[in-house]
């Protein structure tokens, strides 16, 4: 069977599962919290003010996984700010208790007109204003027009499609694009690939299967999850999770677009599986096992590919996959206050395979390390943290494709031409990278957000173009005058009223050896303002 006719058969099976589920609960919760809500900063919040180790950061969750985990929390011994979280969590499930039995549906629009402006501080001679590449990019700057659109059948079928217009990459990245505004152009060059959000789920209590487009994040970094974070534009994935008292298990299945990420030439087939399972071993540590595979360069076999309690690696298929693996906890060793941390296994041999020259060759692993606190001040949260993370020089790379990246091809309306956008699957900074990240914050429940981050990144030479060549005692950042760049955002959002809020954002930025010239430099400033309103 061709590619196209197991798409054909899936979609069939789907729609023949979709119309055959049973709706037999009182509530729909089958309604997924976006990975942009504040819902999961005061779930965080509350679980430290009660000494609990995080809640899944497998995310988004749907509404029935996120009642469960809120079913963890002692009221009784909340304080203030805790109670108005809790409240304010509460008020989001109740949205999904009001939905009429029966087949229903509901739209909205949602405009956040936002304005940019740069200044170059200070340079060396070779900088060029029109080559600038803006900090808030593409992935932090708000659409233009979103219009969201609710379908669901009584309490086990819910489906949503988010129709955003805002620029596309191309756009964006270009020094003196200032406005957000689609129509300030003559030529709108708009992004044509919505919606960029696009699902169906189903379930019940203690599972939950999806189907559709996303974006996806597993892991507990604050710049980035080693195995799967959420930089990536989205993902076309089927989705199943299961949830309980002691343990999670997350699986997912993405169709990526079908091109090398080196040569950008195309592929036969494309796609990421991976599954995740955490495991609740006391009230205060939760350790999470990770595992994903990236398949490439012959035809799917699904049969095999889908089977989502396999051990990926042991599939031993070099030519059509690359897998890793990762581990990770939180562990609340104090009221308020957690420790965690990421490690990820790209590449590792044993002495058995060293001894006779085989394996994978020296090992090429990523690291992370961080603790986060919060401390209860009137009627929000104070936040704050620390994280370092560092990712090896052969990160997500390998001797051959298919490789750790996910490549978007679409047509440009700027350049007239298909544009490859292309992101590793896991950690965003790519592979050769060291960052220190800082962070403080306030936050209210439906009010004030404050926020104030700093993160320096040293990034090496070594890039998915560069030639394979991986040697023992490699280490980041490699080559002469890595590049370093310095970062100082702050960022301020308040709900004037419950349709519109407005937001600031200001951020510095320091490059040094810019594109690994020694010498270069570069001292910027970025101002932002947007006003979102809603209908």
């Known amino acids: 069977m061709t590619v196209r006719d197991w798409k054909r058969l899936l979609g069939v099976s789907l729609l023949l599962c979709l119309f055959s589920i049973s709706t037999a609960f009182s509530q729909n919760g089958q309604r997924y919290l976006d990975l942009d809500s504040r819902a999961y900063t005061f779930f965080d919040a509350i679980f430290l003010e009660q000494g609990l180790a995080e809640a899944s950061t497998a995310r988004p969750w749907s509404m029935e996984q996120a009642r469960h985990e809120l079913e963890r929390i002692d009221t009784s011994v909340l304080s203030s700010a805790g109670t108005l979280a809790y409240e304010y969590l509460n008020s989001i499930f109740a949205y999904a208790g009001s939905m009429n039995a029966g087949f229903n549906a509901a739209l909205n629009f949602v405009t956040s007109p936002q304005g940019f402006v740069h200044a170059n501080l200070r340079s060396d001679e070779s900088y060029e204003a029109s080559e600038y590449t803006w900090v808030r990019g593409y992935e932090n700057r708000n659409a233009f027009l979103e219009i969201p659109v609710d379908f669901w059948l009584d309490s086990g079928f819910y489906a949503y499609m988010n129709l955003e217009i805002k620029e596309e990459h191309a756009t964006v990245d270009g020094g003196g694009n200032y406005f957000n505004v689609v129509l300030d152009d003559p030529y709108p060059q708009i992004d044509l690939y919505f919606p960029f959000q696009a699902y169906t789920s189903l ?43 002691k343990a999670t298990l997350n699986s997912v299945y993405a169709l990526l677009d079908a091109f090398d990420a080196k040569t950008l030439e195309p592929s036969v087939y494309s796609a990421l599986m991976a599954h995740r399972l955490d495991l609740r071993l006391t009230d205060r540590l939760v350790i999470s096992l990770n595992e994903s595979v990236v398949f490439g360069n012959q035809e799917p076999e699904l049969v095999r590919d889908l089977n989502y309690l396999m051990i990926f690696h ?67 949260y104070l936040t704050g943290g620390a994280e370092w993370a560092m990712t090896s020089p052969w990160m997500y790379s390998r001797r051959k494709a298919p490789y750790y990246y996910n490549v978007r091809r679409y047509w440009s309306l700027t350049e007239d031409a298909y544009e490859y956008i292309v992101k590793p699957i896991g ?51 490699s080559g002469l005058n890595p590049e370093r760049t310095f970062t100082l955002s702050f960022d301020a959002s308040y709900p004037v009223r419950t349709w519109i809020e407005i937001g600031l954002g200001l951020t510095f930025i320091s490059s040094r050896d810019i594109g690994h010239i020694e010498g270069t430099y570069s001292d910027d400033l970025e101002l932002s303002a947007y006003a979102s309103l809603q209908f």
Do not use: C
């Not at 962070?439 to 070594?462: C, R």
């Open 203 to 245: 379930g019940g209590p203690g599972w939950s299967f999806r189907f559709g487009r996303d974006r996806l994040s597993w892991g507990n970094g604050r710049t980035g999850n080693m195995l799967l974070s959420d930089y990536s534009d989205f993902y076309d994935f089927l989705g199943l999770t299961l949830f309980g008292k």
């Open 314 to 380: 042991n599939w031993m298929i070099p030519s059509r996959s690359n897998s890793l693996m990762s581990l990770e906890f939180n562990y609340t060793p104090l009221t308020d206050f957690q420790i965690y941390g990421q490690i990820a296994m790209d590449e590792f041999a044993t002495t058995y395979e060293e001894e006779r020259s085989g394996g994978g060759g020296p090992p090429i692993f990523g690291f992370m390390l961080g603790t986060d606190g919060v401390y209860p001040m009137g009627s929000g």
């Open 427 to 477: 950690y965003r900074y790519g592979p050769d990278a060291i960052v220190w990240n800082i962070h403080v914050g306030y936050d209210i429940p439906e009010g004030l957000e404050l926020g104030l981050e700093g993160t320096y990144l040293i990034k090496g030479t070594t890039t998915l173009a560069t030639a394979w060549n991986p040697q023992e005692g490699d280490a980041a950042p």
